[in-house]
T-cell receptor, first 117, second 114 residues
Framework: AQKITQTQPGMFVQEKEAVTLDCTYD???????LFWYKQPSSGEMIFLIY??????QNATEGRYSLNFQKARKSANLVISASQLGDSAMYFC??????????????FGKGTLLTVNP | NAGVTQTPKFQVLKTGQSMTLQCAQD?????MYWYRQDPGMGLRLIYY???????DKGEVPNGYNVSRLNKREFSLRLESAAPSQTSVYFC?????????????FGPGTRLTVT
């Protein structure tokens, strides 16, 4: 079974509207972390937001928020007030285990977001 | 402060040729990683080094070797390149610890094997 599933290969949103990118994960660990990265057409990987499995509140970073539903094993990214510069590929990733020196990330296949003017 | 640097940015190889992808970080991170990115597949871990002097296989290690030269540098070697190794290769680094320890990525190397 895939550890990270992003079911939306592509999404479209109008400028200034909000959009939710879906991510579900599969782990038997109690301690884990969830990440979202943005990859614009230029190719670099940009860290957006992090949610730890023990964090009680949803993470927020500016216009980005993570809708964390632990029982459903989902970690959806919400982008508010979309901008043209938000057009990019978005990857959800998971790190299993919060302690120790092993910080491998498992990535989903990504969602290509297009923001229309 | 350059972060994570990778050389070269682009490379074309013929089947059977060898090459080494170089990666260096200046953030004093203990852990370093090599990923490959193929269309529709996301990023997959090839090898990682949790700390200087250690390396371990990731999800797709076949056909690759790595060397953690020192704390700063982590190289990826293709001994006999194959067309299936055509991909974009990313190096990353992170500092172990609790909480948000995101990985910092280099700009990538686009490799084509003909």
């Amino acid at each position: 079974a895939q550890k990270i599933t992003q079911t939306q290969p592509g999404m479209f949103v109008q400028e200034k509207e909000a959009v939710t990118l879906d991510c579900t994960y599969d782990t038997s660990d109690q301690s884990y972390g969830l990440f979202w990265y943005k990859q614009p057409s230029s190719g670099e990987m940009i860290f957006l937001i992090y949610q730890g499995s023990y964090d009680e509140q949803n993470a927020t970073e500016g216009r980005y928020s993570l809708n964390f539903q632990k029982a459903r094993k989902s970690a959806n990214l919400v982008i508010s007030a979309s901008q043209l510069g938000d057009s990019a590929m978005y990857f959800c990733a998971m790190r299993e285990g919060l302690r120790g020196s092993n910080y491998k990330l498992t990535f989903g296949k990504g969602t290509l977001l297009t923001v229309n003017p | 402060n350059a972060g994570v640097t990778q050389t070269p940015k682009f490379q074309v190889l013929k089947t059977g040729q060898s090459m080494t992808l170089q990666c260096a970080q200046d953030m004093n991170h203990n852990s370093m990683y090599w990923y490959r990115q193929d269309p529709g597949m996301g990023l997959r871990l090839i090898y990682y080094s949790a700390s200087e002097g250690t390396t371990d296989k990731g999800e797709v290690p076949n056909g690759y070797n790595v060397s953690r030269l020192n704390k700063r540098e982590f190289s990826l070697r293709l001994e006999s390149a194959a067309p299936s190794q055509t991909s974009v290769y990313f190096c990353a680094s992170s500092q172990p610890g609790q909480g948000a320890r995101e990985q910092y990525f280099g700009p990538g190397t686009r490799l084509t094997v003909t």
